[in-house]
T-cell receptor, first 113, second 115 residues
Framework: DAGVTQSPTHLIKTRGQHVTLRCSPISGHKSVSWYQQVLGQGPQFIFQYYEKEERGRGNFPDRFSARQFPNYSSELNVNALLLGDSALYLC????????????FGPGTRLTVT | AQKVTQAQTEISVVEKEDVTLDCVYETRDTTYYLFWYKQPPSGELVFLIRRNSFDEQNEISGRYSWNFQKSTSSFNFTITASQVVDSAVYFCALDPDTGRRALTFGSGTRLQVQP
């Protein structure tokens, strides 16, 4: 089975622009979580979606939003980009029925100039 | 609130040496899960182990072993006979089992294994 996939791999945007990142979970996984990893730090939790509903939100501004589609894929949207949004954005999928391991995708490297 | 501390920023060893990566956590939850992930230069986080708060048995998987001590809130990771391929950043993480899958990660320990 395919693992978690994310697109695009790399992205360069200008301050003030908007960006959409995409994630497809492992087949059968209904939960998707998003993390932001700034260079040199551990990942920080942004959102979790399960069965198309937001189940958790980290300490991020309202410029960050996400959604999950009927096929369980997900999008992360970031508006009014700031230089500090430059990071690796990781998507993780899990079964979510029980606290199990999350499987991470390769990430999208976002650079804001 | 949860917190995971990995005090070792970077460790450098020579191949075949044993190395222990430290992890100390803080949580008020009685039920929680602890994880270790490996992040090679490619960037993708690779799951290594999950341990729940009720299971303090140590675990060994090949060259890897984990020591969970609830009394000291520690979940340390030992690599025996390290290899160059073990070079990566290792993250310890905590899931407080609140119903959402939100991992709290430590800042990571960069392990460099020299040939």
């Amino acid at each position: 089975d395919a693992g978690v996939t994310q697109s695009p791999t790399h992205l360069i945007k200008t301050r003030g622009q908007h960006v959409t990142l995409r994630c497809s979970p492992i087949s059968g996984h209904k939960s998707v979580s998003w993390y932001q990893q700034v260079l040199g730090q551990g990942p920080q939790f942004i959102f979790q979606y399960y069965e198309k509903e937001e189940r958790g939100r980290g300490n991020f501004p309202d410029r960050f939003s996400a959604r999950q589609f009927p096929n369980y894929s997900s999008e992360l949207n970031v508006n009014a980009l700031l230089l500090g949004d430059s990071a690796l954005y990781l998507c993780a999928s899990s079964l979510a029925a029980t606290p199990g391991e999350q499987y991470f995708g390769p990430g999208t490297r976002l650079t804001v100039t | 609130a949860q917190k995971v501390t990995q005090a070792q920023t970077e460790i450098s060893v020579v191949e075949k040496e044993d190395v222990t990566l430290d992890c100390v956590y803080e949580t008020r939850d009685t039920t929680y899960y602890l994880f270790w992930y490996k992040q090679p230069p490619s960037g993708e986080l690779v799951f290594l182990i999950r341990r729940n708060s009720f299971d303090e048995q140590n675990e060994i998987s090949g060259r890897y072993s984990w020591n969970f001590q609830k009394s000291t809130s520690s979940f340390n990771f030992t690599i025996t006979a390290s290899q160059v391929v073990d070079s990566a950043v290792y993250f310890c993480a905590l899931d407080p089992d609140t119903g959402r899958r939100a991992l709290t990660f430590g800042s990571g320990t960069r392990l460099q294994v020299q040939p």
